[in-house]
Each structure stands twice: as C-alpha cells, then as structure tokens.
C-alpha cells in the first residue's frame, strides 16, 4: 500500500480520521504502526497528502491528515478489453488502473467464454476491492469508469466509432500486425485487447472499421495482462 486511500466516511473531526479495518491492519501488521509516522494518504475522488499517526490501540488508529495535492493525472486512454477468465480479471483491472486508464469497456468477443459474465470477480463489491487495491498500489485517487458490454457487434459498429472520433488514435494490440506500437503521451487514445484466443477475423475487421489501427509488440505471443502492460507502457 503506497497511499492510505481515505473516505468521507472515515473522519471523526475536520482532518482527523479513526481506522479500524484492513486499512488498520495492513498499518499495525504490514507496515508498522508508531505515534508520529506519516504516511501518503488521499481521499477516495479527491486530494492527496499526508496523515501522521495520533494515536492507537488493538483495534484502531487514529491519524491527522493534510490533503493538499492533486492526485496523479490519468494517461488519456481508453481501455477495451475482452472480458478475461476470472483468474486474469483482477490482473487486468489492476494493470490498468495502476498505470493511469480512467475509462474501461469490458466486452465480449467470440473467444470469451459466456460463463465468464456470471463469474464472482465481477461483482460491485469484488470490482469495487479491486479498484481501491489499485489505486493503493499507484498513488491515486480517481476510480476508473467501468462499462461492461455483453454484445461485441452493436459496441463496435454503434459505440467504438464514435469513442476512436472523439480521440488522436485508436490501435488494437495484433501480434501479426504489420505496425509497430507508437509512442504518442499526452494524447487521448483507445486502445483494445484481446481474449487468450484473439480476436476472430471478423472482429478484426469491425475494430478496423471503427478506426482502429492494428499494432504489434512483436510476433512473440504474449498474455493479455502482459499485452496490455507493453502496450499501455509504449503508447504513454
Ligand atoms: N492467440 C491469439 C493471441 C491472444 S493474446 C493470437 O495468436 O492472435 C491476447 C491479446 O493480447 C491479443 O488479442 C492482443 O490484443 C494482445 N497481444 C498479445 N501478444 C501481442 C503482441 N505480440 N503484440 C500486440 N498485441 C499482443
């Protein structure tokens, strides 16, 4: 945990916040709890900064904090991601999240498999973890618009072309691609990956026709968490 993300709902006093839960835990095991210690703190949609450690006992912590920063800007891309299998889901959200995505569309495509959609890592509570661990991790405060689309044809033939219009450039990660991944920060993009099986030909070809430009790491073939990472760490 690299920022102690705060809420509202955590404060006792104007700057003073009373920890009880994991977030204690994680302090008084993990970290290690001392009067005095400053930690890099935030609030969940707002500033970030620090809070000292007032006080403690056995089951709670009580701390001072001072929020006067921003938190870190988002890296301007659009995430669309074929819905992982539930063991690779929360790598993915992790991923990006921790690398500055601030707006996800989880779809499906031909190779995603339909029980995927009932799996128990999508549910609010466990995307809701998920994200507060991610954000933990990289210092931010922002959560990520999530969007889930179940049908790959009306999102990619209704909605994917007005996102790339909106945006400097669209690309989808292909190992045979011809073109490589360009390196454009600052600019606003949309960036889509692929299911463990890839995209289907037709896909391929509805993501060109919505303005996507295909892009490859390589011809190595790579997991969609590791794709994902590559790709967002050469477009930013
Ligand atoms: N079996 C598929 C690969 C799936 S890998 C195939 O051979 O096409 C899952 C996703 O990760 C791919 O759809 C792609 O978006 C991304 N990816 C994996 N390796 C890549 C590479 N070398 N270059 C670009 N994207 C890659």
């Known amino acids: 945990m690299n920022l102690l993300l705060l809420d509202e709902n955590d404060f006792i006093a ?15 095991d993990i ?7 400053v930690f890099r703190a935030g609030l969940t ?14 089951s709670a912590a009580v701390l001072d904090v001072d929020l ?12 669309v991601c074929a819905l992982p299998r539930p063991q690779t889901f929360h790598k993915v959200l992790h991923c990006a999240i921790t690398m500055g995505v601030k707006k996800i569309y989880f779809i499906h495509t031909r ?9 128990s890592v999508l549910a609010p509570e466990a995307v809701d973890k998920e994200i507060r661990l991610a954000l933990e991790q990289c210092g931010d405060t ?4 999530i969007e889930y689309r179940k049908r790959f044809k009306p999102f990619a ?9 909106t945006a400097d450039f669209g690309c989808f990660g292909h190992p045979r691609a011809v073109a490589k991944v360009p390196n454009l920060a600052g600019q606003k993009m949309v960036l889509a990956v692929g299911p463990e099986g890839g995209f289907n030909e037709f896909e391929n070809m509805l993501l060109e026709r919505a303005g996507l ?5 390589g011809s190595r073939v790579l997991r969609t968490e590791f794709a994902l990472a590559a790709l967002l760490a050469k477009l930013y």
């Open 111 to 119: 190779k995603v498999e339909k029980s995927y959609w009932d799996a």
């Open 45 to 58: 949609g707002g500033k970030v900064g620090t809070a000292q450690v007032v006080d403690f006992d056995g």
């Open 68 to 79: 006067d920063q921003e938190p870190p800007a988002g890296n301007g891309i659009t995430l």
């Open 14 to 28: 104007p700057g003073r916040v009373k920890l009880a839960d994991r977030r204690f835990l994680q302090l008084r």
């Open 142 to 145: 922002i959560y990520p618009q």
């Open 213 to 217: 430009t295909p892009v490859t790491l």
């Open 31 to 37: 970290i290690g709890l001392e009067t005095g210690k």
């Open 157 to 165: 033939e209704d909605e994917l072309p007005l996102l790339v219009e």
